[in-house]
């Protein structure tokens, strides 16, 4: 049984014949690029405008912005560079089409926040979701509530991560904790440390 399962692997991993060699395409390549320059057609104009509304439009939430004007270039460019390989001197709906699931492949991958399921720009530009940023918020108030009723003391960040998440029943992260407690730093009613804070 082993042995015709190795040597169907074995002949799975044979490359395949290219279609054309490598030479042509290369020249393809080269031509498309030097001498087309694709026109976006009124079509293609519409369905660009459809296409990043749709785009603005994938998050129900106001404060999560799911595509910026960068996604709107990125269109026209990913656009032209589809009729460019097409030979086309247009840009056509069509190119527009593949376009706009190429781009949609691409947010989901890079900027689909995991908790909401939503496409969440900030991802991408600061590396943190609207999500988080609220709870990180609303964290700072709660917390803040707490501390100012408390003498001043040093607390761990471990010790006060396991507490809000007993008090909650929620799981707090660590960068959340910490950027909430960050809001409270700069409102100056704590002082923040590597793994500890001070009440003042």
Do not use: C, W
Request: charged share 25%; glycine share 4%.
């Amino acid at each position: 049984l082993a042995e015709p399962l190795v040597s169907l692997s074995r002949l799975a991993r044979q490359p395949a014949a290219a279609p054309i060699d490598q030479r042509t395409l290369m020249d393809y390549i080269s031509y498309a690029r030097l001498e087309i320059d694709p026109k976006i057609t009124d079509g293609a104009g519409r369905a660009l405008v459809e296409a990043y509304l749709a785009m603005r439009n994938l998050s129900d939430n106001k404060k999560v912005i799911s595509a910026t004007p960068r996604q709107l270039e990125g269109l026209i460019r990913l656009s032209e560079a589809h009729a460019r390989m097409r030979l086309s001197a247009v840009v056509e709906p069509e190119d527009v089409v593949e376009a706009d699931r190429l781009m949609k492949v691409s947010m989901q991958s890079a900027a689909m926040d995991p908790i909401t399921g939503t496409i969440d720009m900030d991802l991408i530009a600061t590396g943190r979701s609207a999500a988080d940023r609220s709870h990180a918020k609303q964290l700072a108030e709660v917390l803040k509530d707490r501390f100012v009723t408390m003498p001043a003391q040093s607390i761990a960040l471990q010790e006060l991560q396991k507490s809000a998440q007993d008090d909650t029943g929620v799981e707090v992260s660590m960068t959340v904790m910490r950027e909430a407690l960050a809001i409270l730093q700069r409102e100056g009613i704590i002082s923040l440390h590597r793994n500890s804070f001070s009440i003042l």
